[in-house]
């Protein structure tokens, strides 16, 4: 696999599938690299945001304005089973290496794309991160609390869910190809993805012709399904079902809520919600985290702690699932970074493989090996 892909989607669409068992052979410009190893923050004097999206790759510099770079690019396109891009649309073909001319060449590549836009309509040509397609997709419309200002997804959500479609279309173009011999041209827009995302709030919005707006925590038609605090903090509680909201109402000591018509079925709970929320904190205030949580597993509610980043890393099921990777750093010393949640077979002893060491190439690193491999044609550092 080549990519050519840079900063966050693309990247990330790339180190998921070479955690699946892809080669993936990343060319950067010979003027910086990718914008990412610009990105803080820095540890070793190396960007912690670019190896946490670039674990397993090997890297080259090639200016593909420049002949013997082009030849040395061509003659990898030339064994590639993937082509990943994402640059406006437009940029790619400006070099000579469009759909088109790409498929007439090589007629087995699979060649995704990674744009902001798409490949078709009125925006394709236009810039856009992260924060543009949160706003522009409705996703930060339905995000925070009632009243506040627009909030964005605590994460990268516009490019995370780009580079994971994109993963699938790649997959399915690959799968595609056994039966048909060709390869497809796989098109992903960020909006797109973003639009994707909004399960049943465009539902409800055809349903009702009422906009939704940010709700907070809680579900727009699960109730009991929210933050609640305790003592000494928040739980969650997920007791949407009849049967799940009459065990945590015994549990809780609240026996007679199922019995109130406010309460009695999943519209009447999610009408009061404020009204039930209030009577479920006035009871957890009676105790700590810890003892509700306890309380409600063992009656079999869901439930689960609010954790901050601190407690995520700790977490002994995140640990047990190898969800969090070490990769490498110029001292010898190790940094973690999120997983892969793909897990094969053994899920066990998949999870151990987070104990070993995941290299992230300095710009240019694989040059000379990558050179042998694909002929001395390039620009010699």
């Known amino acids: 696999m080549v990519d050519l892909s840079r900063v966050l989607a693309g990247p990330y669409c790339t180190m998921l599938l070479a955690d699946l ?9 010979p003027d910086g690299g990718d914008d990412a190893r610009q990105l803080g923050p820095f540890v070793e004097g190396r960007s912690a945001y670019f190896m946490s999206a670039n674990r397993d790759k090997e890297s080259i510099a090639l200016d593909l304005k ?8 061509d003659a990898m396109l030339a064994r590639a089973d993937v082509l990943v891009e994402n640059f406006r649309p437009g940029v790619i073909a400006r070099l000579g290496y469009d759909w088109d001319a790409l498929h007439t060449r090589h007629p087995r ?3 995704a794309s990674i744009s902001g836009f798409g490949q078709t309509g009125p925006y394709r040509s236009l810039p856009a991160y992260d924060m543009v397609v949160q706003a522009m997709g409705g996703i930060m419309s339905i995000t925070g609390h009632p009243g506040a200002p627009p909030t964005r997804v605590g ?3 516009g490019d995370l869910s780009a580079g994971m479609f994109a993963v ?3 997959q399915a173009a690959l799968l595609r190809r056994h039966a048909s011999g060709l390869g497809e041209r796989v098109d992903i ?4 993805c973003q639009v994707a995302l909004l399960e049943n709030a465009i539902a409800r919005y055809e349903v009702s012709g009422e906009v939704p707006g940010p709700i907070g925590a809680r579900h727009p038609a699960i109730t009991p399904f929210d933050l609640f605090r305790a003592s000494d903090g928040y739980i969650v509680i997920a007791a949407g079902r009849d049967l799940l909201f009459k065990r945590m109402c015994d549990a809780l000591e609240l026996s007679d809520l199922p019995t109130d018509p406010r309460f009695a079925d999943a519209m009447a709970r999610s009408e009061h919600h404020a009204a039930l929320k209030e009577l479920i904190e006035h009871r957890l205030a009676a ?3 810890v003892f509700w949580r306890n309380v409600l597993t063992d009656a079999g509610v869901p439930t689960g702690p609010y954790n901050t980043l601190k407690e995520v890393v700790v977490d002994p099921q995140v640990l047990a699932r190898g969800m969090l990777m070490k990769v490498g750093l110029p001292s010898g010393q190790t940094m973690r970074v ?3 949640p793909i897990k094969f077979g053994d899920a066990e002893r998949e999870a151990a493989t987070a104990n070993e060491v995941h290299r992230v190439p300095e710009l240019d690193a694989d040059r000379a090996a990558l050179l042998r491999e694909f002929g001395e044609h390039g620009r010699v550092s």
């Not at 827009?189 to 797109?192: E, F």
């Open 287 to 289: 105790g700590s985290c």
């Open 21 to 29: 068992g892809a080669r993936v052979i990343k060319v950067e410009h």
């Open 155 to 157: 994460t990268s959500i």
């Open 168 to 170: 699938i279309g790649i």
């Open 66 to 73: 420049q002949s013997e770079d082009r030849a040395v690019f």
């Open 189 to 192: 827009g960020m909006l797109d």
């Open 109 to 111: 590549l699979v060649f």
């Open 338 to 340: 999120a997983g892969n």
